[in-house]
C-alpha cells in the first residue's frame, strides 16, 4: 500500500512544537480530512495544543507503508508516526 505522508509541526501549550506525521492512503487528496485526523490524534493528547491548519500540517511525500501503518490505515483511516514533542 502506498501513502501520503503529511508532514506536521504544531505548538503546544507549554512552548515546544510537535513533530508527527499523518499517514493517508496515497489516494485520499482530500486535504480537509487529513486535518479531521490531525485534530482527531490531537483531542487524544493530556495537553493543550495550537490549531492545526495547511500553516502547521504539509504534504510532503509518497511512500510504501509496512505492515503496521497499513494495519491501522484499515482500522481507522489514517496512522500517526510521532517523531518530536509528542508525549
Known amino acids: ?11 503546544r501549550s507549554d512552548g515546544k512544537t510537535m513533530h508527527f506525521d499523518i499517514l493517508v492512503p ?6 480537509a480530512q487529513v486535518f479531521i485526523y490531525g485534530k482527531n490524534y490531537l483531542s487524544g493528547k493530556s495537553f493543550n495544543t ?7 500540517c504539509n504534504f510532503c511525500h ?3 507503508a509496512p505492515e503496521n501503518v497499513r494495519n491501522e ?4 483511516g489514517y496512522s ?7 508525549n
Open 62 to 64: 509518497i511512500a510504501v
Open 26 to 31: 496515497s489516494e485520499c487528496n482530500d486535504e
Open 80 to 86: 500517526i508516526i510521532e517523531m518530536e514533542n509528542c
Open 50 to 56: 495550537g490549531a492545526l491548519s495547511a500553516k502547521e
Open 73 to 76: 490505515i484499515e482500522q481507522k
Open 1 to 11: 500500500m502506498k501513502v501520503s505522508v503529511w508532514d506536521t509541526y504544531v505548538k
